[in-house]
C-alpha cells in the first residue's frame, strides 16, 4: 500500500497541471506585490512601511487562495471521485484511505510551493522598492495561515466528495465553497455579520482576516482576536476537514 500511496503522490504533484498551478500561483502573488508597493498603495510615510505591506498583501491575497485550493482538490480528486473513474486511473494498487492520502498532500505540496516561492518572491520585490522585506516572523506566520486555508478548502471538497454522487451537483458545490465560503467570505460577514465579526472563523476563507485584525490590532466586538484563539481556530481548520474526509472515506464510503 505504501508503494502505492508514494506513486500516486508522485504522479500528482509531477503532473502538467501542477507545474501550471505553480506558475499560476506565483504570477498572482507577483502582480500582488507590484500593486502593494506601488507608491499609490504603500503610504511610505508611516511609520512602518512593511507592516503596512503585509496587511495589504494579506487582504489581497485572501480571495484568490479559495480559488486555488478549491479547484485543485476538485481536479486532483473530487471530479474523478464522483464520476467513479478514481480507483481505475491507479497504476499500483492502494486503498481508498491511501488515495486520499496521496491526492490530498500531493494537492497541499503543490500548492504549498507555489505560495512559497510567491512569498519569495514578493519579499524579493519589497526589498527592491523600500530596502526592506518581510521579517521571517511574518513571512512563517503569513506561510502557515495560507496553509491553514489551502487545507481547510481542500479538505471540505474532499469530504463532501464523500457524499455527492452527480457531477453536476459537484460542480455547483464546488462553486459555492470557492466563492460563498472563499472569494466572498469576508465581504459577506462584513455585509450581513459586522456585529458578529467572529463569524469569520465559520469558514476557512476568513482565516487570513483574523490574522488581519491579529496584526493590526483590532479586536472583535464579543472576543479579542489573541494569538490563542487564532492558532486553535488553524488548526481545526487545518486537520478536522481532511481528517473526516479520511475516515468516512476509508470506513464508512
Do not use: C, H
Not at 35 to 57: H, M, Q
Not at 70 to 83: C, F, H, I, N, R
Not at 107 to 114: D, E, M, Q, W
Not at 122 to 144: D, H, K, T, W
Amino acid at each position: 500500500m505504501i508503494e502505492g500511496i508514494a506513486y500516486d503522490f508522485k504522479k500528482t504533484i509531477t503532473s502538467l497541471y501542477s507545474v501550471v498551478s505553480i506558475f499560476a500561483i506565483v504570477f498572482i502573488i507577483v502582480g500582488i506585490g507590484f500593486a502593494i508597493t506601488s507608491t499609490a498603495n504603500v503610504p511610505f510615510t508611516k511609520e512602518d512601511p512593511v507592516r503596512a505591506a503585509f496587511l495589504g498583501f494579506v487582504q489581497l491575497l485572501n480571495p484568490f487562495i479559495s480559488v486555488i485550493a478549491t479547484l485543485s482538490a476538485y481536479y486532483y480528486y473530487g471530479e474523478s471521485k464522483v464520476t467513479g473513474v478514481l480507483e481505475s486511473i491507479i497504476a499500483k494498487p492502494v486503498t481508498k484511505g491511501g488515495l486520499i492520502l496521496s491526492r490530498f498532500f500531493g494537492n497541499l505540496a503543490v500548492t504549498s510551493i507555489g505560495f512559497v516561492i510567491g512569498i519569495v518572491a514578493f519579499n524579493i520585490i519589497l526589498f527592491q522598492e523600500i530596502g526592506r522585506a518581510l521579517p521571517a516572523y511574518y513571512s512563517v506566520i503569513l506561510g502557515l495561515a495560507i496553509l491553514v486555508e489551502l487545507s481547510g478548502f481542500s479538505g471540505l471538497i474532499f469530504l463532501f466528495s464523500q457524499f455527492i454522487k452527480s457531477p453536476g451537483a459537484m460542480n455547483a458545490l464546488v462553486f459555492a465553497v470557492m466563492l460563498g465560503l472563499g472569494f466572498f467570505w469576508p465581504v459577506l460577514v462584513s455585509s450581513f455579520f459586522s456585529g458578529v465579526q467572529l463569524i469569520y472563523a465559520a469558514s476557512p476563507g476568513g482565516y487570513l482576516t483574523l490574522l488581519y485584525y491579529y496584526f493590526s490590532g483590532s479586536s472583535f466586538p464579543v472576543l479579542q482576536v489573541s494569538a490563542i484563539l487564532v492558532s486553535l481556530i488553524g488548526i481545526g481548520w487545518l486537520v478536522t476537514p481532511a481528517a473526516l474526509a479520511y475516515f468516512i472515506g476509508k470506513y464508512l464510503d
